[in-house]
């Protein structure tokens, strides 16, 4: 990459659905904008079935992803650096950013678009048969479960999805729930219970992994309540999909409050409590996690970005 500048006017950290539509206005508002990203598109791209954006019925999580960051980088102002963040420090006119790629870049704004990663059940096995079993992407991984008998772990949207999605490949999907009755969204719902109907599906609930087992590779689960009358459970998979942590550390280290949950918090501006750094996205204390929203965000923080170095000036 080229940098187009010797100091950035925005720095944006994450090149996601928020990352790369606040870099897409940055263009549009002639700001000197870079995005800093380790994946390209986020965790979006591991959805195949987006059917809310609006005034798009049907699409993908990378194509809207790789629409969205064509658009941003169609401005010559907007580049884009495929590295990981790895410090943010205040400096004398703005910040100075520091990349696992060794590079030290100024800018006078910064937006924290991290994202989320993946939440872990933390039981005995998970780490060992990671990639061996256990897993948390179905569009990733779920393809090599021809005809295998999987289970899903949670009982919100993200895991209703993908249960949906392995009984495209999978003999039997079992989604696992610690409740009495799941809870996605009612669209996601009803395509449960159509799959249960065909007997592709089958809940499992009031239940909590407590071991995953195997040898070379998982073979079986335990679960705290007999099921089917026997202590072990027979798997040939395992997708752990029971939600996301912020992805706050950056924010923490130079002192952006945060919520409880770690999140970032911000205002309707998408403004931290520190003077030219904003956040945007999946990251933040917003209650709603949907890409339409991550996008609008994005928009927002870059607009304040840009009131603030327009003040400063
Ligand atoms: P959530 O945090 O909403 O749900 C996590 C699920 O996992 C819940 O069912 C929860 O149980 C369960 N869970 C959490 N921790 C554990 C644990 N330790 N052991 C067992 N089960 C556990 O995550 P999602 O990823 O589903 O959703 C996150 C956000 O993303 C939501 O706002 C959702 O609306 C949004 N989303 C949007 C999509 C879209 O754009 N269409 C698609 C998917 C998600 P419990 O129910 O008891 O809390």
Redesign the pocket.
């Given at each position: 990459m080229s940098l187009i500048s010797d100091v950035y006017d925005v720095i944006i950290i994450g090149g996601g659905i928020a990352g790369f539509s606040a870099a897409m206005y940055g263009g549009r508002l002639k700001l000197n904008t870079l995005v800093i990203t380790s994946v390209r598109g986020g965790v979006?791209i591991q959805?195949n079935d987006?059917?809310?954006w609006p005034g798009i019925e049907k699409t993908d999580g990378m194509s809207l992803a790789g629409n969205i960051e064509k658009h941003a980088t169609s401005y010559q102002n907007v580049n884009v650096l495929d590295d990981t963040v790895t410090k943010v420090k205040k400096a004398a006119n703005g910040f100075s950013v520091s990349t696992e790629g060794d590079k030290t870049i100024s800018s006078r704004s910064i937006i924290i678009a991290t994202g989320t990663e993946w939440?872990k059940?933390?039981v005995p096995g998970e780490e060992q048969f990671s990639g061996k079993g256990v897993h948390y992407c179905a569009l990733c991984d779920g393809y090599a479960y021809k005809d295998k008998i999987i289970a899903v772990?949670?009982?919100?949207?993200?895991?209703?999805?993908e249960a949906i999605l392995l009984t495209r490949w999978a003999k039997k999907v079992y989604m696992?729930?610690?409740?009495e009755t799941?809870?996605?969204?009612p669209i996601?719902l009803a395509n449960v219970e159509e799959k249960i109907r065909e007997g592709k599906m089958e809940i499992i609930n009031n239940a909590?992994?407590l071991e995953i087992k195997g040898d070379q590779r998982l073979t079986h689960i335990i679960l705290d309540r007999k099921y089917n009358g026997g202590d072990e459970f027979k798997l040939d998979g395992l997708f752990v999909?029971?939600?996301?942590n912020p992805q706050s550390g950056l924010a923490k280290q130079i002192g952006v409050e945060l919520s409880k949950k770690g999140e970032i918090n911000v205002n309707r501006n998408a403004e931290t409590n520190l003077d030219g750094v904003y956040a945007a996205g999946?990251v933040t204390d917003g209650?709603?996690?949907?890409?339409?929203i991550a996008s609008a965000e994005g928009v927002q923080a870059i607009y304040s970005a840009y009131e603030y170095l327009k003040s400063k000036k």
């Amino acid at each position: 990459m080229s940098l187009i500048s010797d100091v950035y006017d925005v720095i944006i950290i994450g090149g996601g659905i928020a990352g790369f539509s606040a870099a897409m206005y940055g263009g549009r508002l002639k700001l000197n904008t870079l995005v800093i990203t380790s994946v390209r598109g986020g965790v979006i791209i591991q959805t195949n079935d987006i059917a809310n954006w609006p005034g798009i019925e049907k699409t993908d999580g990378m194509s809207l992803a790789g629409n969205i960051e064509k658009h941003a980088t169609s401005y010559q102002n907007v580049n884009v650096l495929d590295d990981t963040v790895t410090k943010v420090k205040k400096a004398a006119n703005g910040f100075s950013v520091s990349t696992e790629g060794d590079k030290t870049i100024s800018s006078r704004s910064i937006i924290i678009a991290t994202g989320t990663e993946w939440r872990k059940l933390g039981v005995p096995g998970e780490e060992q048969f990671s990639g061996k079993g256990v897993h948390y992407c179905a569009l990733c991984d779920g393809y090599a479960y021809k005809d295998k008998i999987i289970a899903v772990i949670g009982g919100a949207d993200s895991a209703a999805k993908e249960a949906i999605l392995l009984t495209r490949w999978a003999k039997k999907v079992y989604m696992i729930y610690r409740k009495e009755t799941i809870r996605p969204e009612p669209i996601t719902l009803a395509n449960v219970e159509e799959k249960i109907r065909e007997g592709k599906m089958e809940i499992i609930n009031n239940a909590n992994v407590l071991e995953i087992k195997g040898d070379q590779r998982l073979t079986h689960i335990i679960l705290d309540r007999k099921y089917n009358g026997g202590d072990e459970f027979k798997l040939d998979g395992l997708f752990v999909e029971i939600g996301h942590n912020p992805q706050s550390g950056l924010a923490k280290q130079i002192g952006v409050e945060l919520s409880k949950k770690g999140e970032i918090n911000v205002n309707r501006n998408a403004e931290t409590n520190l003077d030219g750094v904003y956040a945007a996205g999946d990251v933040t204390d917003g209650r709603f996690k949907q890409a339409i929203i991550a996008s609008a965000e994005g928009v927002q923080a870059i607009y304040s970005a840009y009131e603030y170095l327009k003040s400063k000036k």
